[in-house]
């Protein structure tokens, strides 16, 4: 499995999951050039649109009154959220790398992980990814979630405590696959 995520120093954002097969390092840099272009994409067309929206703006302030005009607010908070939709993508680009998980017994983003529930003795499995790829339906669950983050780290026989907003409970590590 390969993963393109985001390191700013700080955190690790995931990007992208792409199961490894048999086209090795080729598929690797198939799938990281297709994000690239897919964010790069997404950059031009914001670039595009910035015109139009500074338009806006300013056709917004020239109406008057700049403390009660809603199309002004709105259009600078359009204006806002573009650029900062650009800023983000950028560091995206920029910090961007392809990050392989260990094929070891530790939790790590990119690894699916089988625990069972100390409290009912139920067992979940879950692959542990970056917020922008959570989907519970496929059971992919945050690094940054009570149960991804308790399971950072940890190794296979481990019990952990999760601390979840309203309650604590411990749960054991059975498993740990890439």
Not at 62 to 72: F, M, P, Q, R, W
Not at 125 to 133: L, R
Request: with cysteine.
């Amino acid at each position: 499995m390969y993963i393109l995520a985001i390191n700013n120093g700080n955190s690790i954002y995931c990007i992208l999951f792409v199961r490894r097969d048999n086209h090795g390092t080729s598929f690797q840099q198939h799938h990281e050039i297709w994000l690239r272009k897919k964010i790069k994409a997404e950059i031009r067309d914001l670039e595009n649109s910035r015109p139009g929206k500074i338009k806006n703006l300013a056709d917004a302030r020239a109406l008057g009154d700049l403390s009660e005009n809603a199309e002004y607010s709105s259009a600078k908070r359009d204006l806002r959220h573009l650029e900062s939709r650009l800023r983000f993508l950028r560091k995206q680009l920029q910090y961007a790398q392809v990050y392989t998980p260990s094929n070891n017994d530790t939790v790590e983003i990119g690894k699916t992980v089988t625990f069972e529930f100390m409290d009912d003795h139920s067992t979940e499995t879950y692959e542990i990814v970056g917020t922008p790829e959570v989907d519970i339906d496929h059971n992919k669950i945050s690094i940054a979630s009570p149960i991804g983050s308790a399971l950072l780290n940890h190794h296979s026989g481990d019990v952990v405590t999760v601390s979840a907003p309203q309650l604590t409970y411990k749960i054991k590590i059975i498993s740990i696959t890439v």
